[in-house]
């Protein structure tokens, strides 16, 4: 019942910036763990960065020192910030959450959203 829709996706030179952003909506009690997931060309899908329901970040490699997660629980929103652009962060992004009810814990994923970095 819960779901995830994302928006922020396009085109961006290298060096760019782009804020990614992540509305959930239905029914449940709170949001656990969310993070970002992105998959680029002839790539698995990978982990970019997760962020607790306190705010604690973490972040993989890539995205050290560029990229940006936080939270807004009041909202129900995801953001990431993504600076210093490069190439090979082009790929779909895709949003996840882990939506806890008073049954059981649902994860789920949002439709994703194309990032393109090139001039």
């Known amino acids: 019942q819960a779901q995830l829709v994302e928006s922020g996706g396009g085109l961006v030179q290298p060096g760019g910036s782009l804020r990614l952003a992540c509305a959930a909506s239905?029914?449940?009690?709170?949001?656990?763990?969310m993070g970002w997931y992105r998959q680029g060309p002839g790539k698995e899908r990978e982990l970019v960065a997760t962020?607790?329901?306190?705010?604690?970040?973490n972040y993989a490699d890539s995205a050290k020192g560029r990229f940006t997660i936080s939270r807004d629980n009041a909202k129900n929103m995801l953001y990431l910030q993504m600076n210093s652009l490069k190439p090979e962060d082009t790929a779909v992004y895709y949003c996840?959450?882990?939506?806890?009810?008073?049954?059981?814990?649902?994860?789920?994923w949002g439709q994703g959203t194309l990032v393109t970095v090139s001039s």
């Open positions: 962020i607790t329901q306190k705010g604690t970040p």
């Open positions: 996840n959450a882990d939506f806890h009810t008073d049954t059981w814990d649902q994860e789920v």
């Open positions: 239905g029914r449940f009690i709170s949001i656990r763990m």
